[in-house]
């Protein structure tokens, strides 16, 4: 099995970037996306991106499915992603890529 050390390296440099620039922000997060989507231009990046975590939000579905996990186990990870974008499917590679496989899973490998 790979471990996701790539995935683990981005996750943890992006949220520690992402918690300094929260700091350091002069507005709050809500200010900033509403202010990104008052043009064109910077909405239309700003829809791009939640097109993709749209994409990854299905994606992590389907796996916890495919992996015989509940829809509920994959709830914290589709909340970051809607807050986060990228940290949410970071953290489900992450986690995912420590956890042992299930016994059927297993099996099938």
Excluded: C
């Excluded at 440099?13 to 002069?26: C, D, I, K, P």
């Excluded at 579905?61 to 992996?67: G, K, P, S, T």
């Amino acid at each position: 099995m790979h471990r996701p050390y790539l995935a683990l390296l981005a996750l943890l440099v992006f949220s520690g970037y992402t918690l300094f620039t929260l700091f350091q922000a002069e507005q709050s997060l809500l200010q900033f996306g509403l202010q990104l989507l008052s043009r064109p231009d910077t909405a239309q990046v700003v829809i791009d991106l939640y097109l993709m975590a749209l994409l990854a939000s299905a994606w992590m579905l389907q796996d916890a499915r495919h992996r015989g996990r509940s829809i509920a186990s994959v709830l914290p990870y589709l909340l970051l992603t809607a807050i986060f974008v990228s940290i949410g499917p970071l953290l489900y590679i992450v986690v995912q890529g420590w956890r042992r496989p299930s016994p059927a899973r297993a099996q099938k490998h």
